[in-house]
């Protein structure tokens, strides 16, 4: 192998070459992280119909990463560490590396189809993980090979990924520990990431108890007539919470994504647990996602919403 290291099998090798697949919000997020650390990246993503470049998808999310957001790449020459490809055409490239990352929209027969077509590329071995928000990891895997299923995990980025630290990492019973403790060492030390191990339960820990608080928040927020500003100004800084507060946090994340990741824990969770009572629809959230007032993506959201309202939650 390029590293001199033919015939080892690649758990015993240290993770120089990256590839992530799906070149999306997230992808590109964590193919900067990885190149910030000095590793080259390769970046996958579906051929787009009727484009002349097969790759324009990979190659489009480098670009407006390296423009719209410059603090992405730590330093310019890094982008270049990112390689972009498609899957039509580069997957064979996944031989020579050490981890894939799977960062495909949100659909399992998406992620199951291209995980038998990642199994067959790569080496014996590698570990492979998915970046899924909401999929059980025993999901993921029915019906994949033994081996594939050994060396598969999920690790779950937050996004931003050059600013959220967390990274949950969830093993399945057959999940080898060599895998485990390979990827997390290295999200550890190369990438400053805190690695949280999780069960394989909906929403894992942060989105399960960040949906609490937020959804928790919003509703007394209300309750009480509180302003925005009001609510944050506690619920910040002073408990230690993003200076953002928490409408300034639902703003920066955006207002829609709220009810996908409440949909996806309601279907999820055992009729009686707590959790529900705190996971009813908020008509205010609905309404402002409904007139595009979802959050600094959209026109506005709490704060610019409420600047022209006096200031009030409602
Ligand atoms: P996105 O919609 O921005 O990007 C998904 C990308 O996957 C698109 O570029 C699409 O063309 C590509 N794609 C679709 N099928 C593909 C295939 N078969 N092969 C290669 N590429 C393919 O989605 P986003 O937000 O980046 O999410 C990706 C994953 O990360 C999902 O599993 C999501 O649940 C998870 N996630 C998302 C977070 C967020 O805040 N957006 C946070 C943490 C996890």
Known sequence: SENGQAGKPAKTRDIRK?????AGVMGAGIAAQVANAGIETLLLDIVPEGADDRSAIAKGAIAKLEKAEPAAFMAK??????????????????????????????????????????????APGTPVSSNTSTIPLGDLTRGLPDGFRRDFLITHFFNPPRYMRLLEVVAGPETDPASLARVSAFADLKLGKTVVPCKDTPGFIANRLGTYWLQAAVIEALDLGLSVEEADAVMGRPFGFPKTGVFGL?????????????????????????????????????????????GRKGKGGFYRLNRADGGKVK
């Open 77 to 122: 020459r890094n982008a270049r560490l990112v390689v972009p490809g498609n899957i039509e055409d580069d997957l064979e490239k996944l031989a020579a590396c050490d981890w894939i990352i799977e960062a495909v929209v949100e659909r399992l027969d998406v992620k199951q189809a291209l995980y038998a077509r990642i199994d067959a590329a790569r």
């Open 18 to 22: 990256v590839a992530v697949i799906g």
């Open 250 to 294: 639902l703003d920066l994340v955006g207002l829609d994504l709220m009810p996908h990741v409440q949909g996806s824990l309601k279907r999820a969770l055992p009729a009686d647990d707590p959790f529900h009572a705190v996971l009813r629809d908020v008509p205010l959230i609905e309404e402002m996602i409904r007139t595009g007032y979802t």
